[in-house]
């Protein structure tokens, strides 16, 4: 299977019709190899546009779901960006080519493991990975340009408000447990302000800001 014609298809098809119009992502999905992410048996479903599960009752997220958030966060390549919910890492992998510098929280010693070998192995050199209650952010390294969440909660964590730079954009999934809408938050000049983006089903963000497990 020629996985490089997957992904070029995976762009044309799935995310260009659906407007995703930011041209560094869609060059990055091109390139960045998402069946890595994967358990093998799943490699040939690996650019369908659907999620696809990753072990511990976790998923990757669906390409047009990544693309969205991604170009929401409107990253220029100087960026210090800040991800909660490691996962497999292929999100982690898209931001850290398109920002300087990326932190990557998972509370899932497994998939923290094993994300971190693949990154290794794609010699993905700009991400720090710890593993912590993603909800309290990660003082030590802010503020931050930009933080993405992969997991929806029911309110925004005020923790990664304090620790999102001004100007600066915070991109999450709130919502219920079932289902949730992507909000777009921006801090400029002191001035906060929400803009919901689109409705989406993610897993729980699990934490003291977010669902109890």
């Not at 993905?124 to 909800?135: K, L, R, S």
């Not at 100007?167 to 929400?194: A, N």
Request: charged share 20%.
């Amino acid at each position: 299977m020629s996985y490089e014609a997957s992904r070029a298809r995976m762009v044309r098809e799935q995310l260009i019709p659906r407007g995703i119009t930011d041209q560094r992502v869609l060059d990055v999905m091109t390139i960045v190899p998402r069946h890595q992410f994967v358990q093998d048996a799943l490699w040939s479903q690996a650019y369908s546009d659907f999620s696809l599960p990753i072990g511990a009752g976790q998923t990757i997220s669906q390409p047009y779901v990544v693309a969205r958030m991604t170009e929401a966060l409107q990253l220029k390549g100087h960026e210090s960006v800040l991800e909660i919910g490691t996962g497999c890492g292929y999100q982690t992998t898209v931001l850290a080519a398109l920002a300087d510098r990326v932190f990557s929280v998972e509370r899932i010693k497994a998939l923290h493991v094993k994300a971190r070998q693949t990154l290794d192995k794609l010699h993905i050199i700009n991400v720090i990975c710890t593993i912590d209650d993603g909800t309290l952010g990660w003082n030590q390294y802010a503020p931050y340009d930009a933080i993405i969440v992969t997991a929806g909660g029911p309110t925004i964590p005020q923790p990664l408000i304090d620790q999102l730079a001004d100007p600066g954009i915070l991109v999450i999934p709130v919502g219920e447990r079932d289902t949730q809408q992507i909000i777009v938050l921006k801090k400029k000049d002191g001035e906060i302000t929400r803009q919901p983006l689109e409705d989406v089903r993610f897993v729980s963000l699990i934490g003291d800001h977010g669902w109890e497990s």
